[in-house]
């Protein structure tokens, strides 16, 4: 019966493993870092969140649409520990420059963002753009 119990046991901790394994990607699995997308636009957004932040940057084209770019991040604790904020990252509504990694999968609109930089000049990096 101690045996039963104990294989039960192990096969609860390791559909629990799985789960979280699946959960977590890599920047590299999920984004093709060779393929580095430029927008200039306005941060509207911050999904403030683990597992990943997501930052919406919204994008006009010559015609005046709008679209919005939902561009991935580190996760919350390593946004602290590097002393930035939801506030500092939506910039006060600043145009801002933006790279990002395209999603491998071709969704559209959806990135790992690499490095912004303010209207005013400040700027962060998340990822290397080289």
Same mark, same amino acid.
């Given at each position: 019966?101690?045996i /039963?119990?104990?294989?039960?046991a192990?096969i609860?901790?390791?559909?629990v493993?799985?789960r *979280?394994?699946l959960?977590?990607?890599?920047?590299?699995?999920e984004?093709?870092v /060779?393929?580095?997308v =430029? $927008?200039?636009?306005?941060?509207?957004?911050?999904? #403030?969140?683990n597992?990943h932040i997501?930052?919406h940057?919204? *994008?006009k084209?010559?015609?005046?649409t709008v679209t =919005? #770019?939902?561009?991935e991040s580190?996760?919350?604790?390593m946004? /602290?520990?590097?002393g930035l904020?939801? *506030?500092? $990252?939506l910039g006060?509504s600043?145009l801002a420059?933006?790279?990002a990694?395209l999603?491998r999968d071709? =969704?559209?609109? $959806?990135?790992y $963002?690499?490095?912004i930089t303010?209207?005013d000049?400040?700027?962060?990096?998340f990822?290397?753009d080289?």
């Open positions: 019966m101690a /039963r119990y104990v294989a039960l192990l609860a901790a390791l559909a493993a799985g *979280v394994a959960a977590h990607h890599s920047v590299g699995g984004f093709d /060779r393929k580095v =430029t $927008l200039k636009g306005v941060v509207s957004d911050i999904e #403030w969140a597992p997501y930052i940057v919204e *994008v084209d010559a015609a005046g =919005t #770019w939902r561009l580190v996760p919350v604790a946004m /602290r520990k590097a904020s939801k *506030v500092l $990252l006060n600043q420059n933006v790279e990694y999603a071709g =969704t559209p609109h $959806l990135g $963002l690499v490095n303010y209207a000049g400040h700027h962060y990096q990822a290397s080289k």
